[in-house]
Antibody, heavy 119, light 119 residues
Framework: VQLQESGPALVRPSQTLSLTCNVSGASISSTGYYWSWIRQSPGKGLEWIGY???????NYNPSLKGRLTMSSDASKNQFSLQLSSVTAADTAVYYC????????????WGQGSLVTVSS | QSVLTQPPSVSGAPGQRVTMTCTGSSSNIGAGYDVHWYRQLPGTAPKLLIH???RRPSGVPDRFSGSKSGTSASLVITGLQADDEGDYYCQSYDRGRQSYDSGLTGSLVFGGGTKLTVL
């Protein structure tokens, strides 16, 4: 199973950050797995963003307070993240990962995509 | 401020044993949820090291072991080697935070990470 993030590396403040994670080697519609986003600000630790289930239900980090939307496209076997009204604090490496629901582990992870919020 | 607390750094000489701790609360580790550990090398994505508190994925040597007691968990590395250096993160599930969106509740939570230095 491999995951690969893609999207713009630079986003302007107040705009919307959009990333897509392409999944290969597994179907995002399979039971037993959810599809997650995690981010890591420069020099900082990991922050769980949220996940989308195999049936399209979502669960977001409350700290993102309505700025977050996740979606999925089973026909393309990919899922996406949109974070609106971004600020410099949203500058981070964004990772997508598969959540194994029975044990709540994240495995595997994508290589990560650095997104910088700057004018 | 991470939900799970880890010491910022630990160190040890080659061949020694080191212990990293991960302290949570009654809504996550203390509620009985499993703890998982990830190792992150510079410039790379985190990789699952220990899952379900004390289980090693295939390929992880038995020098790495995990345990849990009460609201805390520990990762022990014996026979320390130079290439064990990196950042180690614990992760669990927290039932105390309501999802912003409907359908799924609870959150994945991480520790702030511990940097391991081999002297």
């Amino acid at each position: 199973v491999q995951l690969q993030e893609s999207g713009p590396a630079l986003v302007r403040p107040s705009q919307t950050l959009s990333l897509t994670c392409n999944v290969s080697g597994a179907s995002i519609s399979s039971t037993g797995y959810y599809w997650s986003w995690i981010r890591q600000s420069p020099g900082k630790g990991l922050e769980w963003i949220g996940y989308i289930s195999n049936t399209g239900n979502t669960n977001y980090n409350p700290s993102l307070k309505g700025r977050l939307t996740m979606s999925s496209d089973a026909s393309k076997n990919q899922f996406s993240l949109q974070l609106s009204s971004v600020t410099a604090a949203d500058t981070a490496v964004y990772y997508c990962a598969r959540l194994v629901t029975i044990v709540q582990t994240l495995n595997p992870w994508g290589q990560g995509s650095l997104v910088t919020v700057s004018s | 401020q991470s939900v799970l607390t880890q010491p910022p750094s630990v160190s040890g000489a080659p061949g020694q044993r080191v212990t990293m701790t991960c302290t949570g609360s009654s809504s996550n580790i203390g509620a009985g949820y499993d703890v998982h550990w990830y190792r992150q090398l510079p410039g790379t994505a985190p990789k699952l090291l220990i899952h379900t508190t004390d289980r090693r994925p295939s390929g992880v040597p038995d020098r790495f072991s995990g345990s849990k007691s009460g609201t805390s968990a520990s990762l022990v590395i014996t026979g320390l080697q130079a290439d064990d250096e990196g950042d180690y993160y614990c992760q669990s599930y927290d039932r105390g935070r309501q999802s912003y969106d409907s359908g799924l509740t609870g959150s994945l939570v991480f520790g702030g990470g511990t940097k391991l230095t081999v002297l």
